[in-house]
C-alpha cells in the first residue's frame, strides 16, 4: 500500500464540488439553528457506517448523505440524531488537509505527523527522508520520535545521526516506552492537537499508543460494540483522545511511501535545509546533480547540507 500526496484532478474536482456544497449546507444549518442538529467528530468509518461523536461526548452510527461526499476519520460535520444512537450526517465542514492513500482518503484536519522509527530494528536514513519529502509536499509539520534508546550501545551516536534533522529544524525526540524515558515531555507536545503517528512494523508505535492512551482498550471495544466491527475495530483508521491532551489518529494500514506521484521539483522541496540554496544555481532547471555552479552542490561541499541527506536526494530522484 502507498500513500500519494493528492489525488488526481479529476477526484479533486469532484470534491472540491462536494466541498462547496456542504460548505453551504452548513451555513444554512446554522441559519435554521435546528436544535435536532449537531456538530460532531468522525471517530471511525467502515463501509457506509461512520461512528460519529457528538460535543456531549456520545456516540452515534451513522450513515451519510450521498450528496455531500464521503466523510473519513478527522472530519467536522454536522448530522441529526434519527434516535438515541444513530444519525445521519448531513453537512461536512470544510478540511485543513487530508491523507490519501492510493486515491483513498484516510483521515482529515491533521495537526502534527510522527515519524516513530527505533534502534532495533535499525532506523534507515533514506525511509526517513521519503517520509519527510511527503510530508513537506503535504505541508504538515512532522517531527520523528526514536524509540527503544535504551538498546542504544552508544546514544551520543544516534543523537549524532539525527543531529541532521534537528539542524534542518525538526523536532528529534529519544524516548523509551520499556522504561517510560521521556514519555511525559512528548505529551506536553501532543496537548490540544490532533496527531497522526507513522512508522514501519516493529518501531513500537502500538505500545507507544498504548502508553499515551492507557484506557485505549476500553476505547476500542466501546467502538467496536457501538459499530459491530469486530475483529476490524484494530484494522479501522480510528480517532482517540489522549488522556493528557491532544487527540491521536491511529491508521494502522499506513506504512509505506513511494514517491512516484512527485516531480523532482517536489522532491527539492522536501529537502526542507535545500531552500535557500536552491536559487543560487546558474540555471533555473538545475536538478543539482552535475550542472555547474549548483547551489546546492556548493552548500553540500561547505558543510551547510549534510552529505548523506544530498546522496538520499540523489537517489529519490534517479
Keep these: 500500500m502507498t500513500l500519494i500526496r493528492q489525488q488526481p484532478w479529476q477526484f479533486e474536482k469532484i470534491q472540491t464540488k462536494h466541498t462547496d456544497k456542504s460548505n453551504r449546507k452548513v451555513d444554512h444549518f446554522k441559519l435554521l439553528n435546528n436544535a435536532k442538529s449537531q456538530i460532531g467528530l468522525v471517530i471511525t468509518r467502515y463501509g457506509r457506517r461512520l461512528l460519529v461523536e457528538s460535543k456531549s461526548g456520545n456516540l452515534y452510527l451513522c450513515t451519510s448523505r450521498r450528496n455531500i461526499g464521503p466523510s473519513v476519520t478527522g472530519d467536522r460535520i454536522i448530522f441529526q440524531a434519527t434516535n438515541h444512537d444513530t444519525g445521519?450526517?448531513?453537512?461536512?465542514?470544510?478540511?485543513?488537509?487530508?491523507?490519501?492513500?492510493?486515491?483513498?482518503?484516510?483521515?482529515?484536519?491533521?495537526?502534527?505527523?510522527?515519524?516513530?522509527?527505533?534502534?532495533?530494528?535499525?532506523?534507515?536514513?533514506e525511509l526517513i527522508d521519503r517520509y519527510l519529502v511527503i510530508a513537506e509536499n503535504w505541508g504538515l509539520p512532522i517531527?520523528?520520535?526514536?524509540?527503544?534508546?535504551?538498546?542504544?550501545?552508544?546514544?551520543?551516536?544516534?543523537?549524532?545521526?539525527f543531529s541532521r534533522y534537528e539542524s534542518?529544524?525538526?523536532?528529534?525526540?529519544?524516548?523509551?516506552?520499556?522504561?517510560?524515558?521521556?514519555?511525559?515531555?512528548?505529551?506536553?507536545?501532543?496537548n490540544?492537537?490532533?496527531?497522526?503517528?507513522?512508522?514501519?512494523?516493529?518501531?513500537?508505535?502500538?505500545?507507544?499508543?498504548?502508553?499515551?492512551?492507557?484506557q485505549l482498550n476500553l476505547r476500542v471495544n466501546a467502538i467496536s460494540n457501538k459499530t459491530k466491527l469486530g475483529k476490524h475495530t484494530t484494522?479501522?483508521?480510528?480517532?482517540?483522545?489522549?488522556?493528557?491532551?491532544?487527540?491521536?489518529?491511529?491508521?494502522?494500514?499506513?506504512?509505506?511511501?513511494?514517491?512516484?506521484?512527485?516531480?523532482?521539483?517536489q522532491i527539492v522541496r522536501g529537502f526542507r535545509e535545500f531552500k535557500p540554496f536552491a536559487g543560487q544555481c546558474r540555471f533555473r532547471n538545475c536538478v543539482h546533480i552535475k550542472e555547474p555552479d549548483c547551489g546546492i552542490k556548493t552548500a553540500v561541499k561547505s558543510g551547510e547540507i549534510h552529505p548523506q541527506r544530498y546522496q538520499n536526494y540523489l537517489a529519490l530522484i534517479q
Design 88 to 125: 445521519v450526517i448531513v453537512a461536512l465542514f470544510e478540511r485543513t488537509n487530508q491523507l490519501s492513500q492510493a486515491y483513498k482518503l484516510i483521515a482529515t484536519n491533521i495537526n502534527q505527523l510522527w515519524l516513530i522509527v527505533a534502534i532495533e530494528p535499525r532506523y534507515q536514513f
Design 143 to 161: 517531527g520523528i520520535v526514536i524509540n527503544k534508546i535504551e538498546l542504544a550501545r552508544d546514544r551520543s551516536k544516534v543523537k549524532a545521526d
Design 168 to 190: 534542518a529544524g525538526y523536532s528529534v525526540q529519544y524516548l523509551s516506552v520499556k522504561t517510560r524515558l521521556n514519555i511525559e515531555q512528548l505529551k506536553t507536545k501532543l
Design 192 to 214: 490540544t492537537k490532533t496527531q497522526l503517528f507513522l512508522g514501519q512494523s516493529g518501531v513500537g508505535k502500538s505500545s507507544l499508543i498504548n502508553t499515551l492512551i492507557p
Design 235 to 265: 484494522t479501522n483508521t480510528a480517532l482517540y483522545h489522549v488522556p493528557s491532551g491532544g487527540n491521536l489518529i491511529d491508521s494502522p494500514g499506513v506504512a509505506q511511501f513511494q514517491l512516484d506521484t512527485l516531480t523532482n521539483a
